[in-house]
């Protein structure tokens, strides 16, 4: 029953868009915690445990939580700052239901291979669109979207391309542990970086060349294989005018290299709408991240409250609500001050003193996520959050993990020295 509330919860994630009837509140901020909830029910023998050997990281992200709802209550703008706040405290508890979900487990592959089969079903989605825009199911769950029509599933083809680019590591991880087959792996090297390079996500690729170097460096990758995958995503970037617009070829006579076999583009760009280059966007982040070191200038102790800035100050400079920070530390010092800062950084440090002890399987799709946040911001895309506190959670427990599939006579031994 609690692998059918999992299996649920990463359901419910995808349901944005999707409103009660008759109520301004969408499906899934309900949904999430009460399968959360429902995964807390049948764990309730694990959680004193898991609390007391977790109170470090469960006190730390308490403190955080307590200042994210102090600073939104004090904030000039407190009806956009507590509605933030109750959004983002469905986190709070799909973390706990995460932490003891895990805790107990040793058997993790479930979980890992249906997170997988969510990202394929994203990728595959994301594909479907770029051909059938206008098909019913992408009129009930996209966003509307700046880009060429994909991944808005996602939000944003940004946080589109970042989570397929996960999910092709994820895949080589799982296939090196004998998880997945070679042929599935194929098939999901072929539809995770087509998909990837339809995003026309800069952050997508910069986070995909980081996991790439990550596996090689893990050794889950030769270094043939790396240049491999690389040179096949270069390929379809130059390929397809979705990514040659992107990086900057939309006046080439050459790129992208479809025009040499069809003149047809409405196949990956059904809108014929223009991108701004990666440069171009570079630029844009310099004005949004002045913007965010502003105000936390002016209000350096409570900030402006969370889901302030792209409420009223990302408006400002890019003339459309929805514009946060795109650069999670950036964007909570602004919106929770200096002390807030710190209890987020504080909670990242203990993440990362658990994180060392694991394997490449939590530690690389933890590292990528965290490092596609430094240019943008992901947090309110509940699908990609949810995934990321799944492996931070593992990650956490992932000692327990180890120590199970010990021997009697050196699980004693571990045990003393991990209580100590």
Not at 60 to 75: A, G, Q, T, V
Not at 123 to 142: D, N, Q, S
Request: with cysteine; glycine share 6%; hydrophobic share 50%.
């Amino acid at each position: 029953m609690i692998n059918i509330f999992f299996l649920l919860i990463l359901f419910s994630s995808m349901l944005g868009r999707i409103k009660f009837p008759g109520i301004n509140i969408g499906i899934h901020y309900l949904l999430l915690p009460a399968f959360s909830f429902g995964v807390i029910s049948l764990s309730l023998k694990s959680i004193p445990e898991t609390v007391k050997k977790h109170k470090a990281i469960l006190i730390s992200i308490s403190l955080m939580y307590l200042w994210m709802w102090l600073s939104s209550l004090m904030s000039h703008f407190p009806t956009i700052a507590i509605t933030y706040s109750l959004k983002y405290s469905i986190y709070y508890i799909l973390f706990f239901a995460f932490l003891v979900l895990t805790f107990k487990n040793t058997n993790l592959a479930f979980y890992y291979r249906c997170i997988l089969y969510l990202l394929q079903i994203i990728a595959i989605l994301g594909f479907l669109e770029v051909l059938l825009p206008k098909y019913w199911i992408f009129k009930l769950l996209k966003f509307p979207s700046f880009y060429p029509e994909i991944g808005s599933i996602m939000q944003n083809p940004n946080q589109f391309g970042v989570i397929v680019a996960i999910g092709l590591c994820l895949s080589l991880i799982l296939e090196k542990q004998n998880k997945i087959s070679k042929i599935e792996l194929y098939i999901n090297e072929l539809i995770f970086i087509i998909s990837l390079t339809l995003s026309a996500s800069g952050n997508g690729w910069l986070t995909f060349i980081i996991g790439m170097f990550l596996l090689l460096i893990y050794k889950i990758i030769s270094f043939r294989k790396m240049i491999y995958l690389t040179s096949f995503l270069f390929l379809c970037i130059v390929t397809i005018p979705v990514s040659t617009q992107k990086i900057g070829l939309v006046d080439s006579k050459i790129f992208p290299l479809i025009n040499l076999f069809s003149k047809n583009l409405a196949l990956v760009n059904p809108n014929k709408k223009t991108l701004t280059t990666i440069i171009k966007t570079g630029f844009s982040r310099y004005e949004i991240w002045q913007a965010a070191i502003n105000e936390t200038i002016k209000k350096p102790l409570t900030g402006i409250g969370i889901g302030v800035f792209p409420e009223q100050i990302g408006i400002k400079v890019w003339g459309h609500k929805g514009y946060h920070a795109h650069n999670i530390f950036l964007n909570v010092s602004a919106e929770q001050g200096i002390p807030g800062l710190l209890l987020f950084t504080n909670f990242l440090k203990k993440i990362t003193f658990k994180v060392k002890h694991t394997n490449s399987l939590v530690t690389i799709p933890i590292i990528m996520s965290l490092v596609s946040q430094i240019p943008d911001l992901f947090t309110e895309d509940y699908t990609f959050t949810t995934i990321e506190f799944y492996f931070i959670a593992a990650a956490i427990n992932y000692k327990k993990d180890v120590v199970m599939q010990l021997n009697p006579g050196v699980i004693q031994n571990f045990q003393k020295i991990y209580d100590s």
